[in-house]
Structure formats: structure tokens, C-alpha cells
């Protein structure tokens, strides 16, 4: 149980362009779901907290109006890297956790995005 | 200092021995704690959960949860080379509005 599905695993496009990533729980509801960016060789950065029916939550530093995020349905949360430019190719991770905002359960991650931009 | 420390590594041990990774944490009203296995180039894998003091195992895998020592760590026993990882420790804490707060991870080479 507890399966995240991420697509597209893999984009090449070229700068100025606009991607769209899709995060979603598939066999439970998640009213939070998480965006994560790793560059090479270094650790997981939060991006964003996307809540279900609300505007997400941004970590500092991360431009809400570059990185937009849309959590419609308890199943489905998308980031759309806007204008995209070369800096902003990195290995994104959505993650999706079983129950409430309140709960302790841990986070389950779908298997990442690697954007390059050209 | 970090939230949540971990020794970078990398951590070597040989094939079929015993690998212990370490994690320390600052906030003591942290409730939650898990340990993720990341490969190179993938997404982390939830490898343990563990709430409360003590140990908890599944297979190979041990986890220890010390409270009072804000400390938790992970035993892999009889190490295979595909264990060979970075792994990541997690702790979730309301004080940190109820995220994850990870580590930076400890890489695990595990020789034949």
C-alpha cells in the first residue's frame, strides 16, 4: 500500500519552456502532499507543503509564482516549473503521507522527475 | 547545528557483517521517526518507522529509538552489497509544523 506515482520521470526541453509534474496517491487519499528538489550529491530541500482544496505552503526562498502548485483532489498534486531556465534543472520528488495534516505517518515518495533544461 | 545529524560516511563494512548508522536530533518534542534507503539517482524508499522507545525489527533491519538521548539509529545485519546506499533519517515534529525534517544522509558501501 501507500503507492506515489510521479510523471513524467524524465523531461529535456529548452529554456523558457513551461513543465508540468504530476504527484499522485493511488490507492489512499492524501489531504497533504510534499515537492522536494536534490541536486547532485547533495540532500532533499523542501520546496513546498501543496494541501488539498488551498494554496500551498512555500518554503523561504522558493518563488511561488516560478513553481506553481495545484492540489485539486486528494489524489493529485502538480508543480509546473514556469520559464523554465538551465539553473532550474534538478531531480524534483513529490511525496504523499497517509491521513490528516495532524498525522504521524510517514511520508511516501513517488520516483522523482529529472529536468534538464537545455 | 542541524535539526538532524548525520555521519556523511561513507560507511564501510564487509559482506555479511553488521552496519550501524547513527542519527541525533535537536527538538525533543520530535514524536516521529523513520529511516529512508536512497540509491543513486532514485527517490528514497521508506525502509523503518519507529514512534516510541526501544526497538523495533523487520527482517535485517533494526531500528533504536532513545528519547532521552535524542538519538536514533539503524542496524542492517548480515549486510548485502545491494545495501549499499545513502540512508536517510527523518523526524517529524509539530514544533516543525508537523514535517519531515531529514538528515543529511550517511552513504553505506557494503563490500563483497
Known amino acids: 500500500g501507500a503507492v506515489v506515482s510521479q510523471h513524467p520521470s524524465w523531461v529535456i526541453c529548452k529554456s523558457g519552456t513551461s513543465v508540468k509534474i504530476e504527484c499522485r496517491s493511488l490507492?489512499?487519499?492524501?489531504?497533504?502532499m510534499f515537492w522536494y528538489r536534490q541536486f547532485p550529491k547533495q540532500s532533499l530541500m523542501l520546496m513546498a507543503t501543496s494541501n488539498e482544496g488551498s494554496k500551498a505552503t512555500y518554503e523561504q526562498g522558493v518563488e511561488k509564482d516560478k513553481f506553481l502548485i495545484n492540489h485539486a483532489s486528494l489524489t493529485l498534486s502538480t508543480l509546473t516549473v514556469t520559464s523554465a531556465h538551465p539553473e532550474d534543472s534538478s531531480f524534483y520528488i513529490c511525496s504523499a503521507r497517509v491521513g490528516s495534516y495532524y498525522s504521524n505517518q510517514p511520508q511516501h515518495f513517488g520516483d522523482g522527475t529529472r529536468l534538464s533544461i537545455l | 547545528q542541524k535539526e538532524v545529524e548525520q555521519n556523511s560516511g561513507p560507511l564501510s563494512v564487509p559482506e555479511g557483517a553488521i552496519a550501524s548508522l547513527n542519527c541525533t536530533y535537536s527538538?525533543?518534542?520530535?514524536?516521529?521517526f523513520f529511516w529512508y534507503r536512497q540509491y543513486s539517482g532514485k527517490s528514497p524508499e521508506l525502509i523503518m518507522s519507529i514512534y516510541s522507545n526501544g526497538d523495533k525489527e523487520d527482517g535485517r533491519f533494526t531500528a533504536q529509538l532513545n528519547k532521552a538521548s535524542q538519538y536514533v539509529s539503524l542496524l542492517i545485519r548480515d549486510s548485502q552489497p545491494s545495501d549499499s546506499a545513502t540512508y536517510l533519517c527523518?523526524?517529524?515534529?509539530?514544533?516543525?509544523?508537523?514535517?519531515?525534517?531529514f538528515g543529511g544522509g550517511t552513504r553505506l558501501m557494503v563490500k563483497p
Open positions: 490507492d489512499f487519499q492524501a489531504t497533504t
Open positions: 527538538d525533543r518534542g520530535s514524536q516521529s
Open positions: 527523518a523526524v517529524n515534529s509539530n514544533n516543525a509544523g508537523n514535517m519531515l525534517t
